[in-house]
Structure formats: structure tokens, C-alpha cells
């Protein structure tokens, strides 16, 4: 056995572990501090790192601090209402949420404060206001509790309460409509707003006018497809003859513009007060209301936006199942603005209802089917095989037009939507071709179907849009199984020929697009946990649709798999 080394002292070499122990415990006491305290000291402190004032003789540290200490609670009580709106803003929680913005003023490429722009909001506010006020009373004195009793409006005037309005929202900022719809967007979400109302002056040689738009958020938008989703242009702007950037002219351009204004102000009413309703699950009350404020705003000039008017009316009669007033809405709506993209969608979802309600009517539903389809207005439905071929050509036609206007209309994001419910018209159209057996047409409507579906799917990542990538998921599942049934056809007449690779062929295409529905309807049913906050959508579209398919689907690739294996 070797000897250690010795060490330069003469004493044996430590060992690295016991090195750095001794390490340690150097650095944990190499400080030491000695004082002598004579007789009678006073406020003597003896260490390190010591924080002592003293003034007379006397430590006034504890009284620093304390003043330290209540500066800070000052501070955070006048702090704390300017900082909670960050973490924590108050929600919106009536049965309809509306918040009207401040209006700016278009300048150098922004939306910027405007004294006169906040006081014209403020008047539509009143106007809304005033309204809702006369209409809840109304409610009240009949001793009856309607979705309009809970509709909530706010603006930066309320005067603050708590538990009400802490947010302040300002001018809606950007210098394209674009951005301004993510900004009205983004404020709806952060208070759950329904509807955001804004708008901003112009005021250059070109213009002098107040442009009014509004976002639309409905619940509806989260479990299917609405044709009103996304922003608005409200009608033409508001003109003036006066500088609107011009303070001393500000108290006469608000007269001039007010007609305009109020004009539009009781047509936002009327809108809204069908949309409380159609919240409340009841198209029926909706429509009535519009076809009211269609008698009662007659002399509402059509470049002020009556287009809205007609696009809420024909979408209130879809949800109530009336298409023939839905038709008459929609293309009264295209009459006003003949490349108004929502009415084409409108007109489009409208087609397809009423086409797809043929292959349902006239047969006795299973328990399971009965428990998910609705049976409304099933009488108003395409009577006959070709009068549902003629609605799905309809559908597609409008989802088309709607699909070249998009990219180019006041709220481009619509273009995948539009794109989804044009697969989905494809899909009806191909159902529609392969109950009147033409068959090679069928295969070519739903290879458009798949088309746009996967078009849209892309469009909407999984993380932000689950729901919406579920309907794509969904219409491709459904699209999938009626091409498997169109190779089982082929299958079918090769068999009669004797034609037996054709048959092989036929089925290995059966069972490969069985598979591809089946995988389909399991990427619609995985977002389950990530849309449990749409019950409708839940419904609708998992346990109605996605779920009992994809078994299906599986028995029926799965059956073909075993007779294979047989022969």
C-alpha cells in the first residue's frame, strides 16, 4: 500500500471532502466583530449590514419605516383601481352585453382621443340608454321578466360601482377596419361583450364624416356556424360640412350629425333587442321583433345600413325554420349591397337547412335520431328529391359568390367560415345527386366537399378555433362515408360484370375511406375536453353527430375487414 504524500507543513494531506468543510465553515464564521460597551451607552448596535437613524440621541428607524409602510398603503388604495382592470376585469353579465366605445378621430394613420367623437358616442349610449329604459318598464308594468329586462349597456360615462364597469375602453384603435375588428374583438373577450360599438371621425379634404362600425360576438358563434359573425359596417358614414377636427366647430357638427346618428341609434336598438331574444332561444319572438322594425324604420334610407336590418331578419326566420322569409331577408339584403358577403352566407345556410331536412322528412325516426333532430317547421322543407338538388345547387352558388367576395369584403377573417359552410353545401348537394342516382356528378360534389373542408380545417389551429376544427372534422366524416358508399356502388357493378379486380379494387377503396371517416370523426371527438364550455356544440355536434358515426363508420370498415378475410 503507497503512503500518502506529505504535506509542505509536515502534516498529512487533507482530503478534498474534508477541504471543503473546512471551506464552509471558514466562510460561515470568518466574520467576527468585538466591541467594548462602555457604562451608560445608549442606542448601541454592534454587527454588520446595521440600518439605524438617529436624531438627538434617539433611533427613529422603527418611526421610517412605519412611515414607509403607510405611504405604501396610501398608494396602493388610489393604485389599486388602476391596476385591477389588468388582472381583473369585471364581466358583463346581463342576457345581452353591449359596450359602446368612445369614437376617435382618424389621424396620421391612427385612431386618436376626440372630444367631439367621445361626446357623440356618448349620445348614442344616452339614446340606447333611454330606450332600453322605456322598453324595461314597459316589461315591468305588465309584470312580465323577458330577455330584454337583463340587457346590459356600458360606456365610459357610467359613473364606476362596484361590481359594475372597471374597465375604461377608449377609442377602438387601427388604421384598417382589420385591426379595428381585433381591437373591439379582443375588448369583447376581456368583458364578454356580445356587441361592440365604435367608429371614428375623418376629417381631410376628401371627408368630413363619422364612420360607425360594430362586432359581433354571439354565443352562436361558439357552437355553429352564424351568418352575422365578425364586423359591420353601419351604412355610409355620417356626413358633415364642418371640420370635425375643429374644436370651435364641434357643438354645431354634433347638431348636424345627430339625425344620422339617432337614426341609427334606434336601429341598433331594434337589433339588439332581437338578438336578447334569439340568446334566449327564441327565433320565433326574434322574427317578430325584426319584421316590427321593418314597419316601424320604413324611411331608414338604404345606404345607412338597412342591410343589417335584412341580414338579422332573414337570420332570426333560419333559426325559426320560416325559409321563405329567410329567402325574402337575404336577397332584399343583397338588393341594398349586392357584395354583402353575410347575406350570400346567410342565403347559403338557409339553402342547405332546407335541402338537408328532405332526407329526414317522410320516415320514422329512431329514438336515437328523434333525441337529435329537431323537427321544426320539417313541413317547410324540399318536398321532393329535386327540389332539394335545386336548394343544395343554391347553397352553393351563394357560399361561392361568398367565397370570391371574402378577401376583399369589410371583414376578410369571414373567408374560412365561408369555406366550411361551402364543404358543407357540397357535402348536401353530393347527398342530394346520390338520391336522384347520378352518381358521377355525386363524386364530383363531394370532392369539392373534402376540398374545402381541409381548406378550412387549416384555417383554424386546434388550440384556438376546437370547435371550429371539430365542424370541419365532422363535415369530412360525413363526406368520407358517402364516397365510400359511391366505391361500394362501383364495387356493386363490377360484381355484375364479373370484373373481379375492379372488385378488389372497389373494396380496398371502401374500407380505406371508411377508414379515413372514422379517423375523421375521432379528430372531431377528440376536442371534447376543449369545448366543454359549448353545450350546444356538445350536443350538436359530439353526441349527435361525431360519436355514434365514428361507430358506425368502424362496424361498417370493420364488417368489410372480416368478409375479406373470409374469402
Known amino acids: 500500500m503507497s503512503e500518502k504524500n506529505p504535506a509542505p507543513n509536515g502534516q498529512e494531506e487533507q482530503s478534498w471532502l474534508r477541504r471543503q468543510w473546512q471551506r464552509l465553515r471558514h466562510a460561515a464564521w470568518a466574520d467576527v466583530v468585538i466591541a467594548e460597551v462602555g457604562a451608560g451607552a445608549q442606542n448601541v448596535a454592534v454587527g454588520k449590514n446595521i440600518f439605524q437613524l438617529n436624531v438627538g440621541g434617539r433611533n427613529i428607524t422603527p418611526y421610517v419605516l412605519l412611515i414607509a409602510l403607510a405611504v405604501l398603503v396610501i398608494a396602493g388604495y388610489f393604485l389599486y383601481p388602476l391596476a385591477e382592470p389588468l388582472w381583473n376585469p369585471w364581466q358583463m353579465r346581463g342576457s345581452l352585453n353591449i359596450a359602446v366605445a368612445d369614437f376617435g378621430l382618424l389621424s396620421d394613420g391612427r385612431i386618436n382621443p376626440s372630444a367631439l367623437g367621445a361626446d357623440l358616442s356618448a349620445a348614442m349610449y344616452e339614446e340606447l340608454a333611454v330606450q332600453y329604459a322605456e322598453a324595461k318598464a314597459a316589461t315591468s308594468a305588465e309584470s312580465r321578466k323577458t330577455p330584454i329586462s337583463d340587457v346590459l349597456i356600458w360606456h365610459d360615462t357610467m359613473p364606476a360601482a362596484r361590481g359594475a364597469k372597471n374597465v375604461h375602453f377608449g377609442v377602438i384603435e387601427g388604421a384598417t377596419a382589420q385591426e379595428r375588428s381585433d381591437a373591439a374583438a379582443a375588448l369583447a373577450k376581456r368583458i364578454n361583450a356580445n356587441i361592440v360599438i365604435y367608429g371614428y371621425l375623418t376629417s381631410d379634404a376628401v371627408q368630413e364624416a363619422l364612420v360607425l362600425e360594430f362586432y359581433y360576438s354571439s354565443p352562436a358563434i361558439s357552437d355553429e356556424p352564424d351568418a352575422a359573425m365578425g364586423s359591420h359596417q353601419m351604412g355610409a358614414p355620417i356626413a358633415s360640412d364642418l371640420p370635425l377636427d375643429d374644436p370651435q366647430h364641434a357643438a354645431t357638427a354634433k347638431l348636424q350629425m345627430s339625425p344620422g346618428l339617432n337614426k341609427r341609434s334606434a336601429a341598433v336598438f331594434w337589433l339588439t333587442q332581437a338578438f336578447s331574444y334569439d340568446f334566449a332561444n327564441q327565433p320565433e319572438v326574434a322574427l317578430q321583433i325584426l319584421q316590427e322594425a321593418e314597419r316601424r324604420l320604413g324611411d331608414w334610407p338604404n345606404a345607412e345600413g338597412k342591410e343589417l336590418l335584412y341580414l338579422f331578419l332573414g337570420r332570426a326566420a333560419l333559426f325559426a325554420r320560416e325559409f321563405e322569409e329567410a329567402i325574402r331577408a337575404g336577397e332584399t339584403a343583397l338588393s341594398i349591397n349586392p357584395d354583402y358577403v353575410n347575406a350570400h352566407v346567410l342565403l347559403g345556410l338557409t339553402y342547405i337547412d332546407r335541402a338537408q331536412l328532405y332526407f329526414v ?138 370484373q373481379a379486380e375492379a372488385v378488389a379494387a372497389a373494396r380496398a377503396e371502401t374500407i380505406a375511406l371508411l377508414g379515413d371517416s372514422v379517423n375523421a370523426y375521432q379528430s372531431c371527438i377528440n376536442q371534447k375536453e376543449a369545448t366543454l364550455g359549448y353545450p350546444v356544440f356538445q350536443k350538436k355536434v359530439l353526441e349527435c353527430s361525431c360519436i355514434p358515426y365514428r361507430e358506425s363508420a368502424e362496424k361498417a370498415r370493420q364488417t368489410l375487414v372480416e368478409e375479406g378475410e373470409r374469402e
Open 361 to 498: 322528412r317522410g320516415r320514422e325516426l329512431t329514438a336515437e335520431e328523434a333525441a337529435c333532430t329537431s323537427d321544426k317547421n320539417i313541413e317547410q322543407s324540399a318536398q321532393t328529391v329535386a327540389d332539394a338538388l335545386g336548394d343544395a345547387q343554391q347553397a352553393v352558388a351563394h357560399l361561392e359568390q361568398a367565397a370570391r367576395l371574402a378577401p376583399a369584403s369589410f371583414w376578410p377573417p369571414i373567408e374560412p367560415y365561408v369555406r366550411m359552410n361551402l364543404g358543407l353545401a357540397y357535402r348536401v348537394l353530393g347527398l342530394a345527386r346520390i338520391f336522384a342516382e347520378e352518381y358521377e356528378p355525386a363524386a364530383a360534389a363531394l370532392q369539392s366537399a373534402a376540398g374545402q373542408l381541409t381548406t378550412a380545417a387549416a384555417a383554424f389551429p386546434v388550440q384556438e378555433s376546437p370547435q371550429y376544427f371539430a365542424w370541419t372534422q365532422m363535415g369530412l366524416g360525413l363526406t368520407y362515408r358517402l364516397q365510400a358508399h359511391l366505391a361500394s356502388v362501383d364495387e356493386f357493378v363490377a360484381s355484375q360484370t364479373g
